[in-house]
């Protein structure tokens, strides 16, 4: 192999192995409490935090995580107090953070929208040394959060009022998502760029979920589809010369689209089976019994 | 054990986006009691449970669990709760046993299940007669099932004290008569129950005592109303022979 020969690729290989395992493993617990788009409005926020970092000189991508945790934590706030505004709030907070993003970056020194481009698409070939260990920091945080976590982060996404009540700190663990969303979106920054974050975190949970049936293996399922697009798809941007932002996220939409055309014979053997196993409890034509028995009578 | 009250709300009042839903109710369930919440949709009766579990904000007045503050009250491991709804799927697939096992995290520091609470989580399964369905995915399963599910992570904790809101709400017959046998057991054990129901239904012969709100306040606290014959009927006017002369009938069927 060639391409393992180059430091740029190694750094490159490190990083989008790292994004293929992060993004799902938190994106599965946005996709269970129905915020799939989190992620993309976090990479938005987060283009003010690269602004920032070129304006005061400061590392883009630290600067990126600072402002889009923060952006993440007023995301949270909005929807506990915001209510029937909440939406609105979201948006000028989503806007509002790619446009401090574009006035930043431009009053920088010596900046433009050139140097933005890289953030907003990602450019893997460019992760220098410090990047990786900034990578490498953030994403063992986030492996942490979500396997360290898993069984409580998962009784607040499947039901917020009920983990309540088991005494789970419900206000702790959904701010502690946000963050971790957060960080989650500045170390796929560099790989597949702030606008294509989302994919990440959102694709190879819905593929996976094509053919699973426990959260488990859907976790499971999802990081291996993450790190293979990932893998695959620097893989073939540096034989190709195209994008590795774009291809990954082709290729992961690819994977969902491969995932569901496998799922329809297999579904159709489940069924096939639980009506082998239980006849009684599903069948699927109607049976008239000989009698009336007493529910059927209808009361009024 | 002391004689402490389970459930003690006294002078509670809430409001939902500044529209009083409870004007001051009074409310106390006794250990080993099983007492029923009625009232019409909009009475308040899932706000008074939601209050009891920190869900909705108090505006006055003092709520207790076991003798203690909400505020204080820390030992969610003698709650079971099961929430008013038609079901317990997420956005992502998730089996029986994954959802029924969150019910026990009560019970589990930091979250590790040890092999006592996962013998737990089966035995919650098959009071409800679940087990055969452990390992299925939630997404398949049908209203009533979804309930026997949710009713099962509310007794994995092995909780002293039950909280429902509506269990009979879209349920099957079979799985109907599965929820009342199961909380006949639980009953019998020594559970104190609270339920949030719309009609006493198939429960009628466990329940103690009957709570009726309306428009946010106490109405009736006694024995449950006796309704035979046409006085079932839903919507049918329950007139009390205790009422001040002149109020207006109570209603408490559906149609109301």
């Known amino acids: ?300 | 054990m002391s004689d402490e009250p389970v459930i003690s709300l006294r002078g509670v009042r809430a409001e939902l986006g500044s529209r009083p839903v409870l004007r001051g109710i009074d409310l106390t369930v006794g250990r080993g009691e099983v007492v029923a919440l009625l009232g019409a949709n909009g009475s308040g009766k899932s706000t008074a449970v939601r209050t009891l579990i920190g869900q909705v904000p108090v505006t006055a007045g003092a709520v207790e669990l076991f003798g203690t503050p909400r505020r204080r009250f820390r030992d969610w491991a003698r709650v079971g709760y099961v929430p008013q709804r038609t079901t317990a799927a997420g956005g992502v697939p998730a089996t029986v046993t994954e959802v029924v096992s969150s019910g026990r995290l009560s019970r589990a520091r930091l979250g590790i299940l040890r092999k006592a609470d996962h013998e737990a989580v089966r035995r919650a399964l098959d009071l409800v007669g679940m087990a055969d369905r452990a390992k299925d995915s939630v997404n398949a399963l049908s209203g009533g099932q979804h309930q026997r599910v949710l009713i099962a992570r509310a007794l994995a904790a092995e909780p002293e004290l039950l909280i429902m809101d509506e269990p009979m709400a879209g349920v099957d017959l079979a799985s109907q008569e599965v929820l009342a046998t199961t909380l006949r057991a639980q009953v019998a054990a020594g559970t104190t129950v609270l339920l949030v129901l719309h009609e006493l239904g198939p429960l009628e012969p466990l329940i103690d005592r009957a709570v009726v709100l309306r428009d946010g306040c106490v109405l009736h606290d006694g024995p449950p109303p006796e309704a035979v014959g046409q006085h079932a009927l839903p919507g049918h006017d329950h007139v009390h022979p205790h009422a001040p002369a002149g109020a207006e009938p109570i209603r408490t069927g559906l149609l109301s």
């Open chain 1, 1 to 300: 192999m060639e391409i393992l020969n180059y430091a740029f690729m190694q750094r490159a290989l490190l990083a989008a192995v790292l994004v293929g395992v992060t993004a799902p493993a938190i994106g599965i617990y946005l996709v269970q409490r129905r915020q799939a788009l989190m992620g993309d409005g976090i990479g938005h926020v987060a283009m003010t935090g690269v602004g920032l970092g070129f304006l005061l000189s400061w590392s883009p991508v630290w600067m990126a995580t600072l402002v889009s945790v923060l952006g993440a934590v007023l995301m949270e706030l909005i929807r506990w107090y915001g209510k029937t505004r909440g939406d609105v709030a979201l948006a000028m907070l989503f806007y509002g953070g790619m446009a401090g993003g574009v006035m930043f970056i431009n009053l920088a020194p010596g900046g433009s929208n050139a140097n933005l481009t890289s953030y907003l698409f990602g450019s893997l070939s460019t992760v220098s040394e410090s990047d990786v260990t900034a990578i490498c920091l953030l994403a063992a945080f986030v492996v942490l959060v979500t396997l360290g976590l898993r069984r409580q982060l998962f009784a607040v996404s499947q039901d917020e009022e009920f983990a309540r009540v088991t005494g789970l700190p419900v206000r702790a663990l959904n701010l502690l998502t946000a963050v971790t969303a957060a960080v989650t979106v500045t170390v796929a920054m560099r790989v597949v760029g702030l606008l294509l974050v989302s994919a990440l975190m959102v694709v190879p949970v819905a593929a996976a979920q094509q053919l699973t049936r426990s959260f488990a293996a859907t976790f499971a399922v999802s990081v291996a589809i993450g790190v293979a697009v990932t893998l695959s798809g620097t893989v073939t941007s540096y034989y190709q010369d195209v994008p590795p932002g774009a291809t990954i996220v082709l290729l992961t939409i690819g994977a969902f689209v491969l995932m569901t055309v496998l799922a329809a014979p297999l579904a159709r053997r489940r069924a096939r089976a639980a009506s082998a196993a239980g006849p009684a409890a599903d069948p699927a034509e109607c049976r008239v019994p000989a009698t009336r028995g007493a529910a059927d009578d209808a009361g009024v």
